[in-house]
């Protein structure tokens, strides 16, 4: 590929003749329509800009979150298998531990226990879901961490 030789400014740009004081001050000369026309679209993109910012956090947040469990009472001694899945979110916290976003545990609870699930979203807004799990037999209702 051949260097194209350097032209000198003066020869690259075509420079218009000057005009009259009057046509100056009446916008014509030295391309004031040109000014006027390029502040015209730095306003418009400029405003096109704002809106989009502004409609993109008025968008609305839809995890699409999921948790569910084999079983929703058992004996006690039996186990049950929890199963969450969420689409679209930041981070996912099943009884205040991260988990992945699709993902399945096995637990033994002792006494009626929730778990709950829930998405953050990458601008710090949140969803929960929750599930009981009732053991017959068991104590009253308790929230606990589910291994990992």
């Given at each position: 590929m051949g260097v194209l030789p350097a032209l000198p400014v003066a020869a690259a740009l075509p420079v218009p003749p000057p005009?009259?004081?009057?046509?100056?001050?009446?916008g014509r000369g030295r391309g004031g329509a040109w000014i006027?026309?390029?502040a015209v679209v730095v306003v418009l993109l400029a405003a096109l800009a704002f809106w989009a910012t502004w409609q993109g956090s008025r968008r609305e947040w839809n995890p699409h979150l999921r948790?569910?469990?084999?079983?929703?009472?058992i004996a006690s001694g039996?186990?049950?298998t929890l199963?969450?899945?969420?689409?679209?979110?930041?981070?996912?916290?099943l009884n205040g531990e991260m988990v992945p976003s699709i993902g399945s545990c096995t637990v033994s609870p002792k006494e009626t226990t929730t778990f709950e699930i829930t998405a953050f979203s990458p601008d710090g807004r949140s969803e929960s879901r929750e599930v009981t799990v009732r053991v017959a037999g068991g104590k009253s209702e308790r929230r606990?961490?589910?291994?990992p």
């Open positions: 005009r009259s004081r009057a046509e100056t001050r009446k006027a026309a390029a948790l569910a469990a084999s079983a929703v009472q039996q186990s049950v199963a969450w899945s969420a689409l679209g979110v930041d981070t996912l916290m606990v961490p589910v291994p």
